[in-house]
C-alpha cells in the first residue's frame, strides 16, 4: 500500500472510526461468540481466534470504554463513584466504578485498608464518591468468577492518554504468561519509554482486570508492585496453577 505504519493507522481509523488493533479485536470477538455458542471448548475457540491459551479470552470478553483526555484533566469532575470492600481470591479488595464499569481495583493485604482506600481516591480528586457496595457487587462477582455467567465484567478507564495505550497492551498478556516492560514499550511503538511505560504499569487503577503484575523486568526479576509483591506472586502462582490445569 506505500503507506508507513503510522500513515496506515490514521487513514484506517479516519474512514472506520476505530483503530486497526480495536477492529481486530471486534472481529475475534465476534467470531469467539459464534464458537462459543456452537458448543466449542474454550481452548478451540482461543486457537481459532488466535490466541494463545482460553485464559486470554478472558479478556477478550471484557467491556472497556475510556475518559477522554478532556475529561481526565477535570480529575473526575462530574463523576459519580461507587466504592464498597470485597473478599476476593488475594485478600480483602477495595473497588470502586461508575455507572459505566469499574474503574478501580485494590488490594489492602500489604498496605493496609485505609492507605488503599486513600490510593484509590487521590486518583479522582475532584469526583463525588458514595459508598454502595451492592451496585458493584454483580461486576465484582464477575470478575473474580464467583457467579458463573455469560456476563462481562465493564471497565471505565481513567488516565492520561499514554496510560490507557499502556494498559490495553497489559490486556494483550496471555493469563500464565508474563512480559517485561520493555516489551511492552515496543508494541505501545514507544521503545525508548521504558521508564514511562513502568510509570504507567505502576498507576494502572483496576488491578487484576489489566493484568499489571503480568509484567517483569527484562532480568526476569518481578521488579515492583503497586499494591505490594507477596500480592503479586498470589496472582501469577494462582494464574499458573489454572493454566498447568486446563
Known sequence: MNMSPAHFQRVFSRWVGVSPKRYQHYLRLDHAKTMLAENFTTLATADAVGLSGSGRLHDLFLKW??????????????????????????????????????????????????????????????ARFAENPARLKPWVDTAFGVTPTDDKAPLYLIGAPFQLKVWEALLSIPSGHVTSYSDIAQSIGAPRAVRAVGTAVGRNPVSWLIPCHRALRKSGALGGYHWGLPVKRALLAWESAREDAI
Open 65 to 126: 470504554e475510556a475518559m477522554s483526555p478532556g475529561e481526565y484533566a477535570k480529575g473526575g469532575a462530574d463523576h459519580y463513584i461507587f466504592w464498597g470492600w470485597f473478599e476476593s481470591p488475594f485478600g480483602p479488595s477495595i473497588v470502586m466504578g461508575t455507572d459505566k464499569g469499574i474503574c478501580g481495583l485494590g488490594f489492602a493485604d500489604e498496605m493496609g485498608a485505609d492507605a488503599a482506600m486513600h490510593d484509590l481516591l487521590r486518583r479522582w480528586p475532584n
